[in-house]
Nanobody, 117 residues
Framework: QLQASGGGLVQAGGSLRLSCVPS????????LGWYRQAPGKQRELVAT???????SYADSVKGRFTISRDNAKNTVYLQIDSLKPEETAVYYC?????????????WGQGTLVTVSS
């Protein structure tokens, strides 16, 4: 299970920090990431961090979003700055695990981010 939180209503240009807590150790998860799904659109990748610490971002969020993890708290964060109204979406935490040679995706319940103009 993945417990995501931190969404809310923010004005354009504002910031939020999303948190994701997996029910198992983050070291047992191949990669943790954040996706988002805006109304009427497909879910898209925002950022990921692997168990080895490798980080990647969607081009649209580079320089404004920061993914990080706190090993002691077993938590992954997504700091989102300079938000734009078009980034209103449900943000989902994702865990990708290697299970018997296959990569399996697990999803949290999502947290809604609403950006007002």
């Amino acid at each position: 299970q993945l417990q995501a939180s931190g969404g809310g209503l923010v004005q354009a240009g504002g910031s939020l920090r999303l948190s994701c807590v997996p029910s198992e150790s983050i070291f047992s998860i191949t990669a943790l990431g954040w996706y988002r799904q805006a109304p009427g659109k497909q879910r898209e990748l925002v950022a990921t961090i692997t168990s080895g610490g490798r980080i990647s971002y969607a081009d649209s969020v580079k320089g404004r979003f920061t993914i990080s993890r706190d090993n002691a708290k077993n938590t992954v964060y997504l700091q989102i700055d300079s938000l734009k109204p078009e980034e209103t979406a449900v943000y989902y935490c994702n865990a990708r695990k290697a299970v018997r040679g296959a990569l399996i995706d697990y999803w949290g319940q999502g947290t809604l981010v609403t950006v007002s103009s």
